[in-house]
């Protein structure tokens, strides 16, 4: 069964048009979901869900019960050893959900670093994402360094560095490059 990682920014609370349609392919498909707990997409992702009925879901949290399930789903709490609410606390549960997931489904405001390093994340694990950059109403399908260099054309100046402050985001896509050099 082909299982697919959603996540997105905690900024956006409306899901637009083309998520829903894409979402409801997931649905119709029946791929097994993984959403983590935050606000933000992941509780807009719940809430379509749970609209939908759909029982395939699987909610990751980290620290015991999760922050929102709206469907009552399966819960998979991930433990972390970072200090509780830090940024390293809560990305424990994406980087499980990335290990566990075939592909991967992120709503982005062009700003997040989370849902940004998901992306990447899923890159370094081999595998590809559709990423929806929001403010464009289009979508970005990640399968290869070029596409996340196309991918970050999207971001301001300022996104950009504070990437580089909070994930190192230049540092891992030269990472990236070497490992498929190292492939030829």
């Not at 029982?55 to 991930?78: A, D, E, F, H, S």
């Not at 970072?82 to 592909?103: H, I, N, Q, V, W």
């Not at 992306?119 to 403010?135: P, T």
Request: glycine fraction near 6%; charged fraction near 25%; aromatic fraction near 10%.
């Amino acid at each position: 069964m082909t299982t697919v990682f959603i996540s997105g920014s905690m900024r956006i609370k409306n899901l637009d048009d083309n998520v829903r349609f894409r979402l409801k392919h997931i649905t119709e498909s029946g791929f097994h979901v993984l959403v983590g707990d935050a606000n933000g997409v992941d509780a807009s992702i719940q809430e379509l869900l749970h609209q939908y009925s759909y029982q395939n879901v699987t909610v990751y949290c980290t620290g015991g019960q999760p922050r929102n399930n709206l469907g009552c789903w399966t819960v998979k709490n991930i433990v972390s050893t970072a200090p509780s609410g830090s940024r390293e606390f809560f990305t424990a549960k994406d980087l499980a959900m990335a290990r566990e997931c075939d592909y991967g489904f992120m709503v982005w405001d062009t700003k997040s670093t989370g849902t940004l390093s998901n992306a990447v994340e899923l890159l370094q694990r081999e595998k590809k994402s559709r990423v929806y950059v929001n403010k464009e109403k289009s979508f970005v399908t990640i399968s290869d360094v070029q596409d996340l260099e196309h991918l970050i054309t999207f971001m301001s100046g300022f996104s950009h560095k504070k990437a580089n402050e909070k994930i190192r985001l230049d540092d891992k896509i030269e990472s990236i490059k070497y490992k498929s050099l190292e492939l030829f």
